[in-house]
């Protein structure tokens, strides 16, 4: 998007510079890459950088007001509340679509939003390995607010580990071996000397929660929750302990905040960034242009369940109406030039929330397919996950 760059990196690729990139990603930490990696960073002019800074801030204002606290309330299905909520989440995402309005100028579009965690450490190594291996102007920065990689790693450590000792606090996942996201649970552990402990191996004695190593006991005091948790209803997981009971345990990332800001937050928010978005059991009639909307559950994680074509047999053939929501379709803009045709990007803007919000690394989907899954981009190159350069 900042032409003079683009040429630049386009001109001095090769795909045995692109290997040497990717070789040296799956081989920094003890975990593989089990996902597509774009073979271009995205270069971002200052002011499409300015305006999804603005936006972020805009649906973060809302956030922070007592009447989205109260709507959010209604977001945690029965059965699946966890006791002893934060006052706010440590971790929040907001995806955009890098868009075109009528005046040819770029400009963001909302997705959805998470309260969740995404790929903090994975990014953080992304970040270093593309300046290892490709030329990135030194004023240019995946970091905001001033963070270099040191400043950032000491910032995501502290988020997560808090005042506790490392070996007392976990990453937990279901299966984390098994897991697209397992190089990123391995970098989280370099930074921050945790350890990931599948769900399956915590056991509770009393209130307190207890992995083994080495077949030494080691109590939990604090959790960075990785598990989406109505994955263990579908799953019908057996657990060694009470999860959704009081606990004497900590948690960075806190499991309500992943159903309370998510795709159920997006009727409720509303500014110039927000395409229009009903839950699919409040519309008494559909929108004439069905063609021009989506239909998505409300929560489900890499575009499962999107549905792309709709008519109204389909919309009416819906059972559980309240987990969906019906979204007015977003035009991403294809805007960057590869050596066939052009990719649509999304861009995640990445905060972590300690007294405040504060935006510390972004994420890149790069598309050119229907959508950014997988599923759309069989076949394709110069499309994955990557990163975003800003002047700084």
């Not at 399956?200 to 604090?222: A, M």
Request: aromatic share 12%; proline share 5%.
């Amino acid at each position: 998007m900042i032409p003079e760059l683009r040429k630049k990196f386009n001109a001095s690729f090769t795909e045995e510079l692109y290997n040497k990139f990717i070789n040296e990603i799956n081989t920094s930490v003890r975990c593989p890459a089990d996902f597509r990696i774009a073979e271009t960073p995205v270069f971002l002019p200052e002011g499409i950088t300015s305006e999804l800074i603005k936006a972020g801030d805009s649906f973060i204002s809302q956030i922070i007001k007592k009447d989205f606290s109260d709507y959010s309330a209604k977001a945690i299905p029965a059965g699946l509340y966890v006791p002893d909520e934060t006052g706010h989440p440590e971790f929040l995402q907001i995806d955009f679509a890098v868009c075109l309005d009528g005046n040819s100028n770029l400009v963001p579009r909302l997705i959805e939003l998470q309260g969740f965690p995404s790929l903090y450490g994975y990014q953080y190594l992304l970040d270093k390995i593309t300046r290892n291996n490709f030329e990135i102007p030194e004023n240019y920065s995946a970091l905001f607010n001033g963070l270099d990689h040191k400043s950032y790693s000491v910032m995501l450590k502290d988020i997560i580990v808090a005042d506790h000792n490392p070996e007392n606090v976990i990453l937990m996942e279901i299966n984390p071996g098994q897991q697209k996201t397992r190089i990123d649970f391995a970098v989280t552990e370099n930074i921050t000397g945790i350890r990931t402990v599948d769900l399956l191996d915590i056991y509770q004695t009393g209130k307190k929660l207890y992995y083994k190593f080495n077949n030494r006991e080691i109590k939990i005091e604090r959790i960075y929750n990785r598990v989406i948790f109505d994955e263990l209803e579908r799953k019908k997981l057996k657990l060694n302990f009470k999860i959704f009971d009081e606990l004497d345990v900590q948690w960075a990332g806190h499991p309500n905040w992943f159903f309370k800001i998510s795709k159920h937050s997006l009727p409720f928010l509303r500014n110039e960034y927000n395409p229009h978005c009903y839950f699919l059991s409040e519309l008494e009639k559909y929108p004439d242009n069905l063609e021009d909307y989506v239909l998505k559950p409300l929560y489900s994680f890499a575009g499962k369940g999107v549905i792309v074509e709709l008519d109204r047999k389909l919309l009416n053939s819906i059972k559980d109406r309240n987990n969906y929501i019906l979204q007015e379709k977003i035009q991403y803009a294809p805007l960057i030039e590869t050596p066939d045709e052009h990719a649509k990007v999304e861009i995640r803007m990445m905060y972590l929330w300690k007294d405040n919000p504060v935006l510390v690394n972004n994420l890149v989907r790069m598309s050119k397919g229907k959508m950014m899954g997988v599923d759309y981009n069989k076949n394709k190159t110069w499309v994955g996950s990557s990163i975003a350069y800003h002047k700084v």
